[in-house]
T-cell receptor, first 114, second 116 residues
Framework: GENVEQHPSTLSVQEGDSAVIKCTYSDSASNYFPWYKQELGKGPQLIIDIRSNVGEKKDQRIAVTLNKTAKHFSLHITETQPEDSAVYFCAARILTGGGNKLTFGTGTQLKVEL | DAGVIQSPRHEVTEMGQEVTLRCKPISGHDYLFWYRQTMMRGLELLIYFNNNVPIDDSGMPEDRFSAKMPNASFSTLKIQPSEPRDSAVYFC??????????????FGPGTRLTVL
């Protein structure tokens, strides 16, 4: 089955700096890669996603890049703010023929310091 | 919409007792998922349903765990008998199979289970 590895497990940045979280996946058939943000005491919430036919996607301060050849994808947050502090999860899935299972990474605790 | 609703939010029980967790998915969603989250194992998919039918229960740890979805607006996850190693946060999520098939999963607030 699919295996998703995520690094780093914790990340501390100064407010205004950029943050990058990286994931690798094992199943070359995976073609959909969402990112979820989990705030303390809440369930994960989708913040951005990317399909394998696209190399990069942006939404205001967040962006995701995908390298299919290397089976890597990354989340980039620019101009970080205190409200960006949370746990971030990457995930991978096969859109058709793969059921509806998301395989999650182990999470990155991001702390944005003032 | 109120989002995915889970109850109870917190549950403390003693080893050997039966525990029932409840979930109300978002109206109109046709998929429902049960996850378990622990520090050691992260987010694990336990089981998911499509149109109230269990599709994949390969993540259910053992026979002590069972899940049902009697109708489109209600699901339960039952643990009987409970053990201390079952202590975790249990999330329910739901999604709708649209044309894009990306099926964004919407998570509930979770139930924090502590088995003493």
């Amino acid at each position: 089955g699919e295996n998703v590895e995520q690094h780093p497990s914790t990340l501390s940045v100064q407010e205004g700096d950029s943050a990058v979280i990286k994931c690798t996946y094992s199943d070359s058939a995976s073609n959909y890669f969402p990112w979820y943000k989990q705030e303390l005491g809440k369930g994960p919430q989708l913040i951005i996603d990317i399909r394998s036919n696209v190399g990069e996607k942006k939404d205001q301060r967040i962006a995701v890049t995908l390298n299919k050849t290397a089976k890597h994808f990354s989340l980039h947050i620019t101009e970080t703010q205190p409200e960006d502090s949370a746990v971030y999860f990457c995930a991978a899935r096969i859109l058709t023929g793969g059921g509806n299972k998301l395989t999650f990474g182990t999470g990155t605790q991001l702390k944005v310091e003032l | 919409d109120a989002g995915v609703i889970q109850s109870p939010r917190h549950e403390v029980t003693e080893m050997g007792q039966e525990v029932t967790l409840r979930c109300k998915p978002i109206s109109g969603h046709d998929y429902l998922f049960w996850y378990r989250q622990t520090m050691m194992r992260g987010l694990e998919l336990l089981i998911y349903f499509n149109n109230n039918v269990p599709i994949d229960d390969s993540g259910m740890p053992e026979d002590r765990f069972s899940a049902k979805m009697p109708n489109a607006s209600f699901s339960t996850l039952k643990i009987q008998p409970s053990e201390p190693r079952d202590s975790a946060v249990y999330f329910c999520a739901s999604s709708f199979r649209g044309k894009s098939r990306t099926d964004t999963q919407y998570f509930g607030p979770g139930t924090r289970l502590t088995v003493l």
